[in-house]
């Protein structure tokens, strides 16, 4: 079993102890909850990006080049 | 305006290793509260870092990201539910190299949700990993409907927090108190 360190605040005592069956359920589902949210994020990042790329090549397509186009985000950031 | 800052405690992991850090029985009598970590999870698989989830008041309270960083040209936005409050180094970075993360909550006792800022970084100075930093900045917001007695950390991955993780936990007065 893992080793939990609880901190008293008010007196100052630090305890070492072995993590219960309960907290490890807990933690257990923490870490659930943070891959499904990192899940999410990586997905958003890749929507975006692909939308990005696309949006890119329309420009592009246009007659752009990459420097025009850096050019105007820069702008459109400012 | 701030202008005292006061340690509360400061806890090192010994050589065995902890799955948790817990401060309880947080005074109440500050303002703020600052928290310092320089930690190195035992993780040794997968991403290069590891995240570092929060807890407050003895369960994970649900605290929403609604700042993080984007990719190249991406805006700040607000997309998920989440405990993890920034990034820390994991086994799989340079050996010996410990990531470093502040927190800031304002006003910690209030009734009301309460903001927080975390700001990290992890560093890789492997090529071979997925990426050589991590760096990013969070805001959050506790949905705490009480003011916090307690922080709990832990690992994303569940992993132990290696020896020499430092956890600092300070009280922030304001001026005129």
């Known amino acids: 079993m893992a080793t939990v360190i609880e901190v008293d605040c008010t007196t100052g005592i630090s305890t070492e102890r072995e993590q219960t069956a309960e907290e490890a359920a807990a933690q257990a589902a923490m870490q659930a909850q943070a891959e499904a949210d990192a899940k999410v994020k990586a997905e958003a990042d890749a929507a975006q990006a692909a939308q ?16 025009d186009i850096d050019a105007l985000l820069k702008a459109a950031k400012a | 305006m701030s202008v005292f800052l006061q340690p509360i405690y400061t806890q090192t992991v010994g050589s065995s290793g ?46 929403t990201t ?12 607000s997309f998920r539910t989440s405990y993890v ?22 006003n910690y006792t209030s009734s009301n949700y309460k903001s927080s800022i975390s700001d990290y970084i992890a560093e890789n100075n492997s090529g071979t990993g997925d990426y050589l930093v991590s760096v990013g900045m969070r805001a959050s917001l506790i949905q705490l409907s ?30 005129g108190v």
């Open chain 1, 52 to 67: 990005l790329a696309a949006t890119n090549a329309k420009l592009m397509a246009l007659g752009l080049t990459q420097a």
């Open chain 2, 18 to 63: 902890a799955a948790s850090i817990t401060f309880n029985n947080i005074p109440q009598t500050f303002t703020d509260l600052k928290v310092i970590i320089s930690g190195r999870s035992a993780r040794n698989t997968g991403s290069a870092t590891d995240n570092l989830n929060v807890a407050f008041n003895s369960t994970p309270t649900v605290s």
């Open chain 2, 66 to 77: 609604i700042l993080d960083s984007g990719s190249p040209y991406g805006s700040p936005r």
């Open chain 2, 85 to 106: 409050f920034g990034e820390l180094d994991s086994a799989n970075d340079t050996a010996n190299t410990f990531g470093s993360l502040e927190m800031y909550i304002p």
């Open chain 2, 146 to 175: 009480s003011g916090i007695t307690s922080i709990t950390f832990t690992t994303g991955t569940g992993s132990n927090f290696l020896q020499y993780s430092t956890f600092s936990l300070y009280g922030v007065l304001r001026q």
